[in-house]
């Protein structure tokens, strides 16, 4: 089994920024698994937000694109995501995630493409 564990949520104003880390505890191999964010929000889907793959490969959410920049360090089995510029509409829980199956990078992850979830972490942003 994978766990993820993440940190870094709390409250900032808009146009600030926050660093969510996610540290992987896996019996497997962790270079070589597909990472991503995902966040939710009340009463809405959770929704893709940015992911990398073993190559370093990344794709964005369109809504983060600019703005946030996923980053990985095998040598530490940890994933980030540093979010700048940050708007209300970021506020959401975020959850980091893990595939098992290899991933190009070329298209958003669907949350049911998921195997390993982390709990989440709350990202608040005041107006």
């Known amino acids: 089994q994978v766990q993820l564990v993440e940190s870094g949520g709390g409250l900032v104003q808009t146009g600030g920024s926050l660093r969510l880390s996610c540290a992987a505890s896996s019996r497997d191999t962790f270079s070589t698994k597909p990472m991503a964010w995902f966040r939710q929000a009340p009463g809405k889907e959770r929704e893709f937000v940015a992911g990398i793959n073993r190559y370093g490969t990344t794709y964005y959410s369109d809504s983060v694109k600019g703005r946030f920049t996923i980053s990985r360090d095998n040598a530490q089995k940890s994933v980030y995501l540093q979010m700048n510029t940050l708007k209300p509409e970021d506020t959401a829980v975020y959850f980091c995630?893990?595939?098992?199956?290899?991933?190009?990078?070329?298209?958003?992850?669907?949350?049911?493409?998921?195997?390993?979830w982390g709990q989440g972490t709350q990202v608040t942003v005041s107006s």
């Open positions: 995630a893990a595939k098992n199956a290899h991933w190009t990078g070329l298209y958003a992850l669907n949350s049911r493409q998921i195997n390993y």
